[in-house]
Every structure is written in C-alpha cells, then in structure tokens.
C-alpha cells in the first residue's frame, strides 16, 4: 500500500467520502484534444500531455482526492488495430508521467488511479453500446497483463476497472487484475429502458445488472461501484451491489452520450443537482463518488462539498 492510498484508507475507516474526479476524456475533448479515429482519446498524451497534466490539474483544483490516469482507451486492445502497438509502453507511461506531474506541481496528496477497461476500437458513427466484436481471451488475457504491469511498476496507488459489463471479457481482466500488488477499485456500468424494469448490462441487455455484480463479488476488491451509467439508474445499482458486497461503494455517472468519436454533450447535470442525487447515494451507504464522461472539474467541486 501506498502512502497516497493509505490517505484514503484513512478516510474510510472514518466514514468521510473520497472524491473521485471526473470525465478525464471527455474533459480534454472540451479542451480541445483531438480524439482520434477508434483510439478515442487513447493518443492524447503524444499528441498534447501538456493539456493531459493541465486536466489533471484542474481536477486536484476542483477537491478530487484520486486522480485518473487517462489510459482507459490506451490498451494494446485500442492501439494495436491503429498500427500503433510500438507505442503502447510509451504512451501509458506518458499517461502516468502526467499524473505524477500534476500531484507534484500542486503539492497535493490525491491518490492516482490507473485506468482500464476491456473497451475495443470504436466504430465511427455508432453508439457505444452497440459495439460488440469478438475477441480472443488469449489476446485480452496478453493486454491485460501488460496494462497491469505497468501500473505495477510506474507509480499508480490503485487499478480502477471500468465500465465492466461484457462477462467474457471481465473474467480474464478480474483474472489478471488479482494478480496485482495493487488495490483493485471495479466499476460496473449498466442501463434500464424504464425506471420499471431491472438494470441489465450497458452493453447487453440480455445480460442482468446482477449477474455481473455476483461476477464481481467472487474477487477481492477493495470497492465495487456503479459508473458511467445514468444517474437515474445509480440508486438502484449500488442497492444490488450492496446485496452482494460489503466492501466501499462507489458511484459516479456519465451525462450525455457518445457517438464514436466525440461525446455528445447534450443535456449535461447541473452539478449542484448531481450533488443532490449524491447526498441520496450516502444514505445508501456509498463512500467514493466522482463523475464520468461528460462531467467535468465544476462537477467534482459541487461533489467535494460532501467533505
């Protein structure tokens, strides 16, 4: 355990809420960061670190408590396809390097998160959800121990699994994943076409909510939580959650949604009315909350008033 981490330690064992910040990716497509053709923002430290250190730095401004290293689109899964497969140790690395900056310039004691998913190029024009090819577990198997290792040997205090919600792909991440000396943080995401009905996986809807929640719970992670997922939805999703796990609760939705490759920022949360939702998802019990795409440093300031 890292001294950052053992901050945060320190903040559950006295049930005060951590602040995780929010949409790294979408934040520098705001800024202006180019999101490149199927690797989404997977480039952006080569192409601008200097506005990657600057997100983060406006995030740390903002309250957050853990920083999130910009490597959820930068596996071997999103660069590899782009011919890019050479720069995939330099790229993550440069990912970390910025984080790590960003801590050191504001002398502040966030904790850094790194990043990944099981998320495959994306298919210009389609909506996320929509995008499913098959993958070999070998070859996810390959990608995700190289992820790992280097978070293992560059400075990250925890591994944060995000938007976990294709069973296939998980289970070799959760695999992997375990091996690390690194606290492990995982992020389901799901969805529900009416308040009536029961949450199904984001990606697929024949899969429920809770059938990858118990997938979850049968690893040892420090927190299971819900993300980039409708803020209408989270209540509901860390009740299931909490049915199956007893470790902390996370939660921190998405606004707006994604048309490969920008995010459409239509109809985005007030941030006081997020912290509204938020003081709702305490009462349930939930210790870490931020935001994902589509919220910004104005969101996680309205969330550090939970502190």
């Known amino acids: 355990m890292t001294n950052y981490y053992a901050e945060l330690i320190k903040k559950r064992e006295q049930l005060l809420p951590i602040i995780l910040d929010s949409g790294v990716s979408t934040e520098l497509e705001r800024k202006g960061a180019i999101m490149r053709n199927g690797q989404w923002s997977g480039c952006v430290a080569i192409d601008d670190y200097k506005k990657l250190v600057e997100t983060h730095i406006a995030y740390i401004n903002a309250g957050a408590d853990i920083i999130t290293v910009n490597s959820y689109a930068s596996s071997r899964l999103m660069l590899g396809p782009a011919g890019l497969g050479d720069e995939v140790q330099r790229i993550n690395r440069l990912n970390i390097s910025a984080a790590v900056e960003a801590r050191e310039k504001t002398g502040a004691k966030v904790s850094i998160a790194g990043s990944i998913s099981h998320v495959l190029p994306f298919a210009d024009g389609v909506e996320g959800a929509k995008q499913q090819p098959v993958i070999l577990t070998e070859e996810l198997t390959n990608c995700y121990k190289e992820m790992i290792s280097i978070f293992d040997n560059e400075g990250v205090d925890l591994i944060l699994l995000e938007m976990m919600s294709i069973p296939v792909r ?138």
């Open 170 to 307: 998980m289970t070799p991440l959760f695999d992997c994943a375990s091996q690390s000396s690194l606290p492990i943080w995982c992020g389901l995401s799901a969805k529900r076409e009416t308040p009536s009905v029961q949450l199904t996986s984001w990606h697929d809807t024949t899969v429920s909510f809770r059938d990858i929640v118990i997938q979850a719970c049968q690893y040892d992670f420090d927190a299971i939580g819900i993300m980039h997922t409708s803020v209408d939805a989270i209540e509901a999703a860390l009740v299931e959650i909490k049915n199956h796990f007893s470790g902390m609760l996370m939660a921190y939705p998405d606004s707006g949604y994604f048309v490969a490759p920008n995010w459409q920022f239509e109809d985005i949360i007030e941030p006081q009315v997020l912290l509204e939702y938020a003081k709702g998802w305490r009462e349930n019990g939930c210790l870490i909350f931020g935001g994902c795409c589509g919220l910004g440093p104005e969101h996680t300031a309205a969330l550090s008033e939970l502190k």
